[in-house]
């Protein structure tokens, strides 16, 4: 891991971009982490539009979970986003959906399991790496959130990743079957967010996934409005639901 | 309206049953409420058991509304509940229900109705006269939430009565269909509280509720469990859903 940049704003938040392996990313950490008083860390799943273009979103969840309840966060560039290399297949399955959604045809299982499944098969691995390197820096000791981003890498990052002690998702996109399998063998809390009048995703199958989570614990906020109206006290009740299972 | 007891708590809440034309009530009001500094109000909506069954859970809610947030909090006892006179129409309706229950037989839609109308056609004007006696007291000045209780009786409340600025309201019971319509009606603030996993309460037709309701602004907090599994941070999101709405 290589930090390309130091950044330390006014609250004493400190915010650093590296590479890892190639992978740019971006981490938070507040003024009170030290090695000798490590915090706990969010990882913050971004949405496939790059972090160039996500930064402003990202930034201020962290810096708010940073400032606010003294977490650290952790974001990396998603396989096939912002400068990072795209390959074939997924074009194609970009391009099979926006054909089928301009033809007005139903998005059937196997465009959305072309399209979704090979980034999380990519992305997963690449979560599970940084975590091994982000635990080891000074100051950050676990446990372990993860929020945000496309909810298929998160649910099945928190079905294989035993680390992931509490998850909050947001149910803004398309989910295969075979991530339904995975949300049954989520046992950790999980807050579910979901917006009631998302264009682009259907309510019920944010519903069902809801109900397929293994998880003994789970809350679901649904609010009024779409893909990107989520109202700003969501940030707060993200907060606070990492500082109920955090500790 | 006769005060008839006065409790004085540690941290200031002052706790005073009354009775208001025959009928019991409770008002707990913050150490912070003057004539020259009134506060909001919130109505406290029980459930049908007899306030003296469930004043455990009311004083709790309230207590801590008016000790975190400086609310007071008023609730009274519904009609045919606690030492309230029964009718005879309810007590068939109830009958009837047990009946169709022990029987296996689905509850339809008559059934709901004789149980839940004539409730909520007593109830509300109970509520709405007892809002003029409350907001004539000294230290109260709204604006006026209400929570809790028989969902169809916050319902119509919140469908007619333009003094309630904001509802959370419990999706804990069977609603008639000319309910949905009084839904449809309501415009203000709505946080509305699932349990997934409620035995008596029909998960879809709690879902379909929520998406009737007017409101432009409404938020729906579903969470696993049963009737009575209610998490405890409900009870801070319920708050901070008020401190947004009510000021």
């Known amino acids: 891991m290589q930090f390309t940049s130091e950044r330390r704003f006014d609250d004493g938040v400190v915010e650093r971009e590296f590479t890892l392996d190639g992978i740019p990313g971006i981490l938070w950490t507040p003024a009170s982490a030290s090695a000798s008083a490590p915090v706990p860390l969010i990882l913050i799943g971004p949405p496939p539009l790059g972090l160039g273009t996500v930064y402003a979103r990202l930034a201020g969840r962290a810096r708010y979970y940073a400032a606010e309840y003294g977490f650290a966060s952790a974001t990396i560039e998603l396989p096939g986003s912002g400068d990072r290399p795209r390959w074939a297949e997924a074009d194609r399955a970009r391009a099979d959906l ?11 299982g196997e465009l959305v399991d072309a399209l979704v499944l090979p980034l999380v098969e990519r992305a997963v691995p690449e979560w599970r790496a940084a ?24 649910v099945r990052l928190a079905a294989v990743e035993p680390r992931i002690a509490a998850a909050a998702l947001f149910a803004g ?11 049954r063998r989520v046992t950790v809390p999980l807050q579910v967010l979901l917006q009631w009048d998302d264009e682009a995703n259907p309510r019920q199958a944010a519903l069902d996934l809801f109900d397929a989570f293994g998880s003994a614990e ?15 006290h969501e940030l707060d009740a993200g907060a606070r639901f990492f500082a109920r299972h955090l500790k």
Chains 1, 2 share one sequence.
């Open 173 to 183: 996109s398309l989910v295969p079957a075979a991530i339904f399998e995975d949300a």
């Open 98 to 108: 926006r054909r089928a959604v301009a033809a007005g045809e139903p998005v059937g």
């Open 218 to 232: 789970k809350t679901l906020h649904a609010n009024t409005g779409g893909h990107t109206g989520v109202p700003a």
């Open 131 to 154: 975590l091994d390197v982000l635990l080891a820096l000074p100051g950050i000791g676990g446990p372990v959130g993860y929020e945000g981003g496309i909810i298929s890498v998160g």
